[in-house]
């Protein structure tokens, strides 16, 4: 049997979580709602035995996986700003090339690698839980092209999550 974490809203600010033992997430879901039925359509996410969250998306508790992550992307400190802030140094001098237009239609990026991705040592992996910054979501100096923009400048490269929308 595998541990499931349930958190769920106890009211408009308070939320719980309830820990089931189950084979599978939807036997856990089943528990829930027979031991907690007046929580059934307030469910936040589940937590599985190996860390993936699923988010719920509506009452009767039908699992949204969320995006398909399609992998890593190494991007440079313009593109990696761009993301977080909304604009970078490059956007007062000029670009060399638009932040993150190297990534097509109906995908999406977010900072930092998926847990498995991290290195065997890194004490976020370990922890399934972010941490603090660690070593292996940067590359300190990289010859290789942007993979968020296309620009060939050397330099720092930064990882980030692509997601299929």
């Known amino acids: 049997m595998s541990e499931y974490v349930c958190h769920y809203l106890t009211d408009a600010v308070h939320s ?13 879901m089943a528990m829930h709602n027979a031991a907690l039925p007046e929580y059934r359509s307030k469910v936040l996410k589940w937590v599985g035995p190996t860390g993936i969250t699923f988010l719920m998306h509506d009452s009767t ?28 140094g490059g956007c007062h001098e000029g670009h060399d090339e638009e932040p993150l237009s190297a990534i097509g239609d109906g995908f999406h990026v977010a900072m930092g690698l998926a847990w498995d991705e991290h290195a065997e040592d890194c004490h976020n992996r370990a922890e399934r839980e972010w941490r603090g910054e660690c070593d292996c979501e940067t590359n300190t100096f990289s010859t290789s092209q942007c993979e968020g923009c296309g620009s060939y400048l ?6 980030m999550t692509l997601f299929r929308n």
């Open 61 to 88: 508790m039908t699992l949204n996986k969320g995006p398909e992550n399609y992998g890593t992307i190494w991007v440079c400190q313009d593109c990696m700003l761009h993301d977080a802030n909304g604009e970078c």
């Open 154 to 159: 050397h330099g720092e490269r930064h990882a």
């Open 16 to 28: 719980a979580r309830a820990v089931y033992h189950a084979d599978e997430l939807p036997q856990a």
